[in-house]
C-alpha cells in the first residue's frame, strides 16, 4: 500500500520561540533544536537546553514514538523521540506524529531517511539560500506501508546492516594501526 504521509500521521510545526532559547538550568522542558538532530545516533535528550514554560499554557510535548525532521536547510534526517524526558521541538522542525494502528515510527522513520524520500525532499523544497520543506510537501510525500510483520523484518534487516557497517569501521580502525606499526618497524630497520 502507498499512501501520502499525511494519511498515516498527522504532521505539525514545532513550538516558534519568541526570542532564543537560552539554557534554565530551573527549567522545567527541554528544547530539540535543527542542531541537535543533525547526528541523531548521538542524542543525548539531558544535554539539550531547559527552558521554564509560561503556566499560563501547556507545552506542546514530544511523545515517544513522534517523529521530528527539519523544516529547512540541507539535511532531512528524520529522529524517532525515545524516552520520557519533557521536550518540545522548536519551530525548525515539523514533528510528525504516526498512527501507529497503521505503521510503527521506526519504520516510518528509517523510510523517511531512505534515499527516494531524500530525493522527494530535496526535489519539491523551496527557497534558494536557506531551502524549506513546506507542511503540504511533506504531507505528499509517498509512504510505502507494508504489513507490519514485513516493517518488523524490515526493521531487523536494517539493524544487521547498522551493526555491519560498525563492525566493519572498527576493521578498518584496526588495520590502519596495524599498518601503522608495520610502517614503523620498516622505518626503524
Known amino acids: 500500500m502507498r499512501e501520502p504521509l499525511r494519511h498515516v ?29 543533525r547526528n541523531a545516533a548521538a542524542l543525548d535528550p539531558q544535554a539539550l ?9 501547556q507545552p506542546p510535548l514530544l511523545r515517544p514514538g513522534d517523529l521530528v525532521i527539519p523544516a529547512r536547510g540541507d539535511h532531512y534526517e528524520a529522529l524517532v523521540i525515545q524516552g520520557d524526558e519533557p521536550m518540545v521541538a522548536s519551530g525548525q ?9 497503521v505503521v510503527r515510527p521506526d519504520y516510518l ?21 536557506i531551502p524549506s520543506l513546506s507542511r503540504p510537501v511533506l504531507g505528499d510525500l509517498p509512504i510505502t506501508i507494508p504489513a507490519l510483520e514485513t516493517q ?38
Open 9 to 37: 500521521a498527522d504532521i505539525r510545526v514545532g513550538y516558534s520561540f519568541r526570542t532564543k532559547v537560552e539554557n534554565d538550568p530551573a527549567g522545567d522542558v527541554r528544547v530539540l533544536q535543527i542542531s541537535d538532530i
Open 49 to 57: 537546553p531547559r527552558v521554564k514554560w509560561p503556566v499560563a499554557s
Open 93 to 101: 522542525l515539523f514533528v510528525i506524529e504516526p498512527r501507529t494502528a
Open 109 to 129: 522513520c528509517w523510510f523517511l531517511n531512505r534515499s527516494e524520500s531524500s530525493n522527494y525532499i530535496l526535489k519539491n523544497r523551496a527557497g534558494s539560500s
Open 152 to 189: 518488523q523484518k524490515i526493521l531487523a534487516l536494517a539493524q544487521l546492516w547498522q551493526q555491519e557497517q560498525m563492525l566493519s569501521e572498527r576493521l578498518l580502525v584496526n588495520r590502519q594501526k596495524m599498518l601503522e606499526g608495520i610502517y614503523s618497524k620498516l622505518l626503524e630497520s
